[in-house]
């Protein structure tokens, strides 16, 4: 008897481990964050990887998954799937210290990406039960709802040129020794919400990996600073891009540049005279 009974666990705990193994095809939720494939909102401020999101919509298939971390730091997961029956969002705030712990399944239709002047949304539509839409991922970037944004970006070889919203300053690098000043000079508030907004998608307020070593001669250089409320951030980088936030700070600056030099004032300055060798 004693070996049956033996026999008759042994055989329970063979059932019981097989039904509790995930069947071939279902997914395997953890909440492991990762930093190079995730999707990390922190508060619309600091979104990372979002390019990531984006190749989801376009590519209509595979998975996704977005953290949101919540004030006291804690993390939010969604993740998405593309199913036969639309696109399958699971949410789960088990880890959010002050929520009610839940994990959430909607299914629906389409992931709608919709960006303005001050708002960059990403919503689910279609979905099934009382939630007909669902808000995933919202980035503001309303530069009037700030109460200080200024900056100075230098750039160019010797970085002689500068643009220069605190002092009011305008400055282009003729390439022939000479500068020309603007001491007057202010942008409109099309272009400060323009900016803010590249600086924002460029997630501007992160930690930057930054090189300003470059083997090139004559190298061009970048220096910018940005004052944000009672805040303030220093990057200083190279055209020679050593990083991949050397190429997202570049292309920032090169979208400051083309803003500033499309406006009346810029295109008032005289033409450059001469050229670095």
């Given at each position: 008897m004693r070996s049956s009974g033996i026999l008759l666990i042994f055989i329970a705990l063979i059932?019981?481990?097989?039904?509790?193994?995930?069947?071939?095809?279902?997914?395997?939720?953890?909440?492991?964050?990762?930093?190079?494939?995730?999707?990390?909102?922190?508060?619309?401020?600091?979104?990372?990887?979002?390019?990531?999101?984006?190749?989801?919509i376009q590519n209509k298939a595979g998975t996704q998954r977005v953290v949101h971390y919540t004030i006291e730091g804690d993390p939010i997961f969604n993740d998405l799937k593309y199913t036969d029956q639309g696109i399958e969002m699971r949410h789960d705030n088990s880890e959010d210290t002050f929520g009610s712990p839940q994990v959430t399944t909607y299914t629906c239709q389409n992931l709608v990406r919709n960006e303005t002047d001050k708002l960059l949304s990403y919503t689910l539509t279609g979905c099934e039960g009382e939630q007909a839409k669902i808000e995933l991922l919202q980035i503001p970037f309303d530069v009037t709802k700030q109460?200080?944004?200024?900056?100075?970006?230098?750039?160019?070889?010797?970085?002689?040129?500068?643009?220069?919203?605190?002092?009011?300053?305008?400055?282009?690098?003729?390439?022939?020794?000479?500068?020309?000043e603007v001491s007057d000079f202010e942008l409109s508030e099309q272009e400060r919400g323009q900016i803010y907004k590249e600086m924002v998608l460029?997630?501007?307020?992160?930690?930057?990996?930054?090189?300003?070593?470059?083997?090139?001669?004559?190298?061009?250089?970048y220096d910018l600073s940005v004052q944000i409320n009672s805040g303030e951030r220093h990057y200083q980088w190279t055209e020679c891009q050593n990083t991949e936030d050397d190429g997202q700070m570049t292309e920032l600056a090169q979208t400051i540049i083309k803003i500033v030099q499309a406006g009346s004032i810029y295109?008032?300055?005289?033409e450059v005279k001469g050229h670095y060798e």
């Open positions: 059932v019981t481990g097989c039904f509790n193994q995930p069947s071939n095809g279902e997914d395997k939720f953890t909440t492991t964050i990762n930093e190079q494939e995730d999707v990390i909102n922190s508060h619309g401020m600091i979104v990372k990887n979002l390019k990531k999101l984006d190749a989801f109460d200080k944004f200024e900056f100075v970006l230098k750039y160019g070889v010797n970085q002689k040129n500068e643009i220069n919203t605190i002092e009011k300053k305008l400055v282009k690098d003729l390439q022939n020794g000479e500068v020309v460029a997630n501007y307020l992160d930690e930057k990996e930054l090189s300003t070593e470059c083997n090139r001669k004559p190298a061009e250089s295109k008032q300055l005289p």
